[in-house]
C-alpha cells in the first residue's frame, strides 16, 4: 500500500505542475501559446529485441519567456510492449529552447535553430523506479504564416534511475523528438 500511495502523490503533483504550467501559459497577455503533440517510443538498452514504450499521452505545450527564449513542457504516459503491456512510465519533460536569432518582442513567435537544457521528471511503474533526465537539444521551429508548425530536435544526456530498493544506475538518453502543433 505505501508503494500505492507514493505513486498515487507523484501522479497528483505532475498533473497539478502540468494544469499550472498550462494556467500560466495561458493568462500570458497576447503572448503566442503553441499547443501540440510529440508522438515517441522509447527503446531502452537493456530491453529485449521485441520491447520499446510508446507515450500515448504526448500534449506539448510551449511559449515566449524572452525574446530568444521558450519554455517548453511535454507529459509522458508509456505505455510498454514486449514481455509485459502495460503503462509503464508517468512524468513531464521541460525544454527551455534558447533560439540563435533574436525576436523582436515577446509577443511575437520564436523560429529557427536553437539548443536548450533538458530536465525529464518520471516515475517508472513496471521496473519501480524514479528517472531523471538530464540532457541537451539542439533543433530547429520552423517559422509559419498559418497556425500549424513543426519543431524538430535531438536529445542527449543521461537519466538517472533512483530504484526504490537502494540501486542507482545511470544510462544514456537519446532521443528525436517532433513536435507538431498549433499556435494560439
Excluded: C
Excluded at 96 to 106: G, L, Y
Excluded at 139 to 158: A, D, E, P, R
Amino acid at each position: 500500500m505505501k508503494n500505492f500511495n507514493n505513486i498515487s502523490f507523484f501522479r497528483l503533483g505532475l498533473t497539478m505542475l502540468f494544469l499550472l504550467i498550462i494556467f500560466i501559459a495561458f493568462s500570458q497577455d497576447k503572448r503566442p501559446l503553441f499547443l501540440g503533440i510529440q508522438p515517441g517510443t522509447t527503446k531502452e538498452k537493456f530491453y529485449s529485441k521485441n520491447e520499446l514504450d510508446i507515450n500515448i499521452l504526448p500534449l506539448v505545450v510551449e511559449f515566449p519567456v524572452t525574446k530568444r527564449v521558450n519554455l517548453r513542457f511535454t507529459s509522458v504516459l508509456n505505455y510498454h510492449i514486449g514481455d509485459k503491456n502495460q503503462i509503464s512510465d508517468i512524468g513531464i519533460q521541460a525544454v527551455a529552447p534558447v533560439f540563435f536569432r533574436k525576436n523582436e518582442s515577446i509577443k511575437r513567435r520564436n523560429f529557427g535553430f536553437y539548443i536548450g537544457p533538458v530536465l525529464g521528471l518520471g516515475q517508472n511503474i513496471m521496473n519501480d523506479h524514479f528517472t531523471t533526465t538530464l540532457a541537451v537539444e539542439p533543433g530547429y521551429l520552423f517559422k509559419t504564416t498559418k497556425k500549424f508548425t513543426v519543431s524538430l530536435g535531438i536529445q542527449y544526456g543521461g537519466s538517472h534511475f533512483n530504484y526504490k530498493n537502494g540501486n542507482n544506475e545511470w544510462h544514456e538518453h537519446f532521443g528525436i523528438k517532433a513536435n507538431l502543433g498549433f499556435w494560439l
